[in-house]
Nanobody, 126 residues
Framework: QVQLVESGGGLVQAGGSLRLSCAYSGRTFSTYFMGWFRQAPGKEREFVAAISRRSTYTVYADSVKGRFTISIDNAKNTVYLQMNSLKPEDTAAYYC???????????????????WGQGTQVTVSS
């Protein structure tokens, strides 16, 4: 089992920046990918970005490409999501996820991931 705890959410004006953190612990040696998802009220949870444990592979949703950056610091057991040029449509609860089943690619569906954090709220005002 992997435990995930997100932090760093908050209220920011459009065009601003936030950095989310996800501290992970537990059976992390068997984790292949880490990902970020988000869920707005009344909408399904959607993929944002993912990264391999060794940082050799990253992938982003088209809606955040060029604005968000995912990174991982294994020494600190932390995954980050740097969010720049935020838009009101980025408002959502953001969730960190871990994929512990082997695959070449991380997948962009919530069902591809095994462990989840409790989420952190990001609100972007216009």
């Amino acid at each position: 089992q992997v435990q995930l705890v997100e932090s760093g959410g908050g209220l920011v004006q459009a065009g601003g920046s936030l950095r989310l953190s996800c501290a992970y612990s537990g059976r992390t040696f068997s984790t292949y990918f880490m990902g970020w998802f988000r869920q707005a009220p009344g909408k399904e949870r959607e993929f944002v970005a993912a990264i391999s444990r060794r940082s050799t592979y990253t992938v982003y949703a088209d809606s955040v490409k060029g604005r968000f950056t995912i990174s991982i610091d294994n020494a600190k057991n932390t995954v980050y999501l740097q969010m720049n040029s935020l838009k009101p449509e980025d408002t959502a609860a953001y969730y960190c996820a871990a994929k512990r089943t082997f695959s070449v690619l991380p997948g962009n569906s919530p069902g591809d991931y095994d462990s989840w954090g409790q989420g952190t709220q990001v609100t972007v005002s216009s």
